[in-house]
């Protein structure tokens, strides 16, 4: 059995302006970097023993600030990586409902099937982070794994394991900062805990 303890990226400069940042390559802001080093104590007792990240810099640096000083390998995955929100990218959330709002009402009611132009859609999210756990898993069968990636991903993760229709009467069950765990077990992953509050 495995343990995949998820959580999001410290905050960037996008994110405090809501600005949408899929794949682009956006460092930690400087708050961020204060975050997560407020959750590296938090999680200080925590008996990881590897941690696997995203490829994209926010996460990367995250991941390294969670683990420094420990004697614990990190891993960088790709398909770990935010969801591609083609066109949207760069633009903030009032930029894309300002401008095309029947658009994004379109997107949101086809759920698991959003895919922002010229991007990739939930379901594709879900199969490649699906993909990268499983992978982890062999190669850390007993494992009890950090894993630090995007919101995006982790909602698409959790919500095929809630069983939500992921459309917006469903409301959003997965916190922006909320630490998630997550068990593989026999070729399967199950929710152990959600929304864990961290400093």
């Not at 909320?178 to 077990?185: E, R």
């Amino acid at each position: 059995m495995t343990v995949f303890h998820l959580l999001r990226h410290a905050q960037t400069s996008w994110n405090q302006l809501r600005r949408i940042q899929g794949q682009r390559d956006i460092p930690l802001a400087p708050e961020g970097e204060l975050q997560a080093e407020t959750w590296k104590h938090a999680l200080q007792k925590t008996p990881f023993t590897g941690a696997l990240c995203s490829d994209l810099q926010r996460a990367v640096r995250t991941a390294q600030i969670l683990i420094e000083g420990r004697d614990i390998p990190l891993e960088r995955d790709h398909r770990l990586r935010e969801q591609d929100w083609g066109v949207w990218v760069g633009k903030t959330i009032d930029e894309i409902r300002g401008e095309e709002g029947f658009e994004v009402r379109r997107q949101e009611q086809a759920a698991w099937d959003f895919r922002p132009r010229g991007g990739e859609s939930r379901k594709e999210v879900l199969e490649r982070t699906r993909n990268a756990l499983f992978a982890a898993a062999q190669r850390h069968p007993h494992g009890k794994i950090l894993v630090i990636s995007h919101l995006g991903v982790i909602k698409c993760l959790l919500n095929d394991l809630l069983k939500h229709s992921f459309l917006p009467e469903d409301g959003d069950p997965v916190k922006k900062y909320g630490l998630h765990s997550i068990v593989c077990k026999d070729g399967s992953l199950h929710l152990r805990n959600l929304n864990q509050r961290l400093p």
